[in-house]
T-cell receptor, first 110, second 115 residues
């Protein structure tokens, strides 16, 4: 089955700096890669996603890149703000079977 | 987007008892899933709830322990049976609107504590 690895497990940045979270997946048939943000005590919320026919996608301060050959994808957050502090999960999906990475706890220090 | 109502939001239960968690969606959805999230951990898929047929369980999860119902396209239940303290966790339902690989929406979760 699909195995998703996510790094780092914790990340602390200064407000205004960039944050990068990386994931790898094992199943080359996976073709949908969402990123979720989970604030303490709340449900995971989709922040951006990318499909396998696209190499990069951007939405304001958030971008995701996908390298299908290497089977890895990354989340980039620029100009971080304290409200970006949360746990971020990557996922890889095939036929709606979605598997999650272990999560990255991002702390943005003001 | 789908609006998901999951209840109860939290419960404290005695070991050996069972708890049924409900997930109601405001629209018909093709796929419904149940996840477990232990404190500070990732989301682990328990099973896919299939409408009109038996759920499909992931390795390590069995129907006797986690029976699931899905009587229609908007509702599902997960029962945690014969609970032990190890079952203390957050349980989340998730839905996908259909098609291939679309966004998954989550319920607010049920925080279960077994004492």
């Amino acid at each position: 089955g699909e195995n998703v690895e996510q790094h780092p497990s914790t990340l602390s940045v200064q407000e205004g700096d960039s944050a990068v979270i990386k994931c790898t997946y094992s199943d080359s048939a996976s073709n949908y890669f969402p990123w979720y943000k989970q604030e303490l005590g709340k449900r995971p919320q989709l922040i951006i996603d990318i499909r396998s026919n696209v190499g990069e996608k951007k939405d304001q301060r958030i971008a995701v890149t996908l390298n299908k050959t290497a089977k890895h994808f990354s989340l980039h957050i620029t100009e971080t703000q304290p409200e970006d502090s949360a746990v971020y999960f990557c996922a890889a999906s095939k036929n709606n079977d979605m598997r999650f990475g272990a999560g990255t706890r991002l702390t943005v220090k003001p | 987007s789908a609006v998901i109502s999951q209840k109860p939001s939290r419960d404290i239960c005695q070991r050996g008892t069972s708890l049924t968690i409900q997930c109601q969606v405001d629209s018909q959805v093709t796929m419904m899933f149940w996840y477990r999230q232990q404190p500070g951990q990732s989301l682990t898929l328990i099973a896919t709830a299939n409408q009109g047929s038996e759920a499909t369980y992931e390795s390590g999860f069995v129907i006797d322990k986690f029976p699931i119902s899905r009587p229609n396209l908007t509702f599902s239940t997960l029962t945690v049976s014969n609970m032990s303290p190890e079952d203390s966790s957050i349980y989340l339902c998730s839905v996908s609107q259909g098609g291939t690989n679309t966004e998954a929406f989550f319920g607010q979760g049920t925080r279960l504590t077994v004492v």
